[in-house]
T-cell receptor
Framework: EPEVTQTPSHQVTQMGQEVILRCVPI?????FYWYRQILGQKVEFLVS????????KSEIFDDQFSVERPDGSNFTLKIRSTKLEDSAMYFC????????????FGDGTRLSIL | DAKTTQPTSMDCAEGRAANLPCNHS???????VYWYRQIHSQGPQYIIH???NNETNEMASLIITEDRKSSTLILPHATLRDTAVYYC??????????????FGSGTRLQVQP
């Protein structure tokens, strides 16, 4: 069964550095999402992306964050000037078109900021 | 999106059916009910979803009451690998895909040997 893949599985970065988290959504999906989960807390929505533009973002997704779909298969989340509080699991999700179709999630990237 | 209420935790014996309830009394007519689960810190895994009819797939069954104000996820023969946090989420039926999923705290299901 096709699945969403994320790389790397674990990223360790010094505070203030930039990181790029990568996702390969399921191939025929049209809508793409990033969520994060700080250890012990709820899964939180960051951003959704459709037709090569952001369609919705949460208050967490500030100027520090950006997303891109650089080619037909990858979907990336960039975090500029990382802070300690950016440490979390970051999940990518995608879904096909059609009403009510569910989102499918990858297994996440664990981001650790030192 | 409509708010959901789930029990904080439940236990189930291995091999028995696990019935996980969810209240969504403010659900509107164009909102779907989705169930996901999360095992440890893995990504949320889609289980099943429905609008008003009961649904069944290879993983589970979803029973939605006639007034749509509550639903029950049924795992027919729970195994130890079904131990996870289960999330009931109500979300707008939007073809644009703009609607993000709002995760609550879910129900922590512990399957006992």
């Amino acid at each position: 069964e096709p699945e969403v893949t994320q790389t790397p599985s674990h990223q360790v970065t010094q505070m203030g550095q930039e990181v790029i988290l990568r996702c390969v959504p399921i191939s025929n999906h049209l809508y793409f999402y990033w969520y994060r989960q700080i250890l012990g807390q709820k899964v939180e929505f960051l951003v959704s992306f459709y037709n090569n533009e952001i369609s919705e973002k949460s208050e967490i997704f500030d100027d520090q964050f950006s997303v891109e779909r650089p080619d037909g298969s990858n979907f990336t989340l960039k975090i500029r000037s990382t802070k300690l509080e950016d440490s979390a699991m970051y999940f990518c999700a995608s879904r096909p078109g059609g009403p009510g179709q569910p989102q499918h999630f990858g297994d996440g990237t664990r981001l650790s900021i030192l | 999106d409509a708010k959901t209420t789930q029990p904080t935790s439940m236990d189930c014996a291995e091999g028995r059916a696990a019935n996980l309830p969810c209240n969504h009394s403010t659900i509107s007519g164009n909102e779907y009910v989705y169930w996901y689960r999360q095992i440890h810190s893995q990504g949320p895994q889609y289980i099943i979803h429905g609008l008003k009819n009961n649904e069944t797939n290879e993983m589970a069954s979803l029973i939605i009451t006639e007034d749509r104000k509550s639903s029950t996820l049924i795992l027919p023969h729970a195994t130890l690998r079904d131990t996870a946090v289960y999330y009931c989420i109500v979300s707008l039926r939007m073809d644009t895909g703009r609607r993000a999923l709002t995760f609550g705290s879910g129900t922590r299901l512990q399957v006992q040997p």
